[in-house]
């Protein structure tokens, strides 16, 4: 990852039509694009350290689902027999 051209991307509030609550977006986006084009507030402890290059043509980041495949790593293993 190259630092030179790292941002960071926050999860933000939004408003649903005309309701009183508001729903976290889906999407990380950066606090210039939050505050100017959204007029929202970022979700204070979401900020992520990305690549510029991940954020898509709309300037969002979106997390893709990596599966399963990502637990092989932590399965436990059989126990070996002893040689002794």
């Given amino acids: 990852m190259n630092t030179e051209t790292l941002v960071t991307v926050y999860n933000y509030w939004i408003a649903e039509g005309h309701s009183l609550t508001a729903n976290v977006s889906s999407a990380k ?40 495949m990502d637990l092989a790593a932590i399965v436990p293993q059989e126990p070996q027999a002893s040689t002794a």
């Fill in 29 to 68: 986006a950066t606090l210039d694009k939050i505050k100017h084009e959204f007029g929202s507030l970022p979700l204070l402890g979401t900020g992520q350290k990305i690549d510029a290059e991940l954020l898509d043509r709309d300037g969002f980041y979106r997390r893709v689902p990596t599966g399963w």
